[in-house]
């Protein structure tokens, strides 16, 4: 019996280390951008299209649990191939699309149990998708590269990334995760009277995760590149950048 074939040697340790530990800060991110999204919209949105709040916020909270779950999956599959030879892109795209629609499916399957009504229109999505795929996926081989040299998460982003590149990163990411939250919300069942607003809705839902991703962007940078000088409040409240 290969005995072999059951251990995980030291490399592959390290990338499921690190795999973990950045799949884990990017869960907390996109939460923190969905919750500060929710807030500045109970307060953005004019009092007659507050009553489509509840299905909003449903579609938000609900949302965020599969896209980090899909994010994940990039982010283990980029972290074993941080080192050494990695698959085409062209390879590596289709099997991360099939595994985000498996993921699309199975969410699917649950939320016929919630009050709203979902379909997801993958024509519209691909292209938002693939996009985002690759910006992530792109971003974690470096940083788990970086790793190898930098035992902890906080050093590994600082020597993958400057502040302004942490930023623009984060950026483009939430910027990416709105566009495909405003397709989701478009098919979403709303009260009858706001029908005919749906898109008019979908655009102010865009309009204001846009509106809250480059602060958030940009205070996650300086979180992620400060000294150890006291935070502030606010920044005691955003994803921890330590393994």
């Known amino acids: 019996m290969h005995r072999q074939s059951f251990m995980v040697l030291p490399q592959d340790a390290g990338n499921m280390k690190g795999a973990r530990a950045l799949a884990r800060l990017n869960g907390r991110m996109l939460r923190v951008f ?6 500045t919209l109970r307060a953005a949105l004019p009092l007659p299209l507050r009553m489509a709040l509840p299905q909003l916020e449903s579609v938000l909270a609900l949302n965020v649990g599969k896209e980090v779950q899909k994010d994940t999956l990039v982010i283990r599959h980029a972290c074993e191939h ?4 990695h698959p085409h892109w062209s390879h590596v795209l289709p099997q991360l699309l099939k595994r985000a629609r498996e993921v699309d499916e199975a969410f699917l399957s649950r939320v016929g149990a919630f009050p709203v009504g979902i379909v997801i229109r993958y024509e519209e999505l691909a292209p938002i998708r693939s996009q985002r795929i690759k ?10 590269a970086a790793q190898d040299r930098e035992s ?4 590994a982003v600082q020597a993958a990334f400057s502040q302004d590149e942490i930023a623009e990163l984060l950026y483009h990411l939430f910027a990416l995760y709105a566009e495909e939250t405003r397709s989701v919300s478009r098919s979403v069942r709303l009260p009858l009277m706001l029908i005919p607003l749906r ?27 400060r000294t150890r000088a006291p935070m502030t409040d ?10």
């Open 34 to 39: 969905s919750q500060r999204t929710a807030g």
């Open 82 to 85: 941080a080192a050494g030879q």
């Open 135 to 144: 910006l992530l996926y792109d971003a974690a081989r470096k940083i788990r």
């Open 152 to 155: 902890r998460l906080r050093g």
């Open 199 to 225: 898109e008019f809705i979908a655009q102010e839902l865009f309009k204001i995760m846009l509106r809250v991703a480059r602060p958030l962007a940009l205070e996650i940078a300086t979180v992620a590149c």
């Open 234 to 243: 606010e920044q005691e409240r955003l994803p921890s950048f330590t393994a």
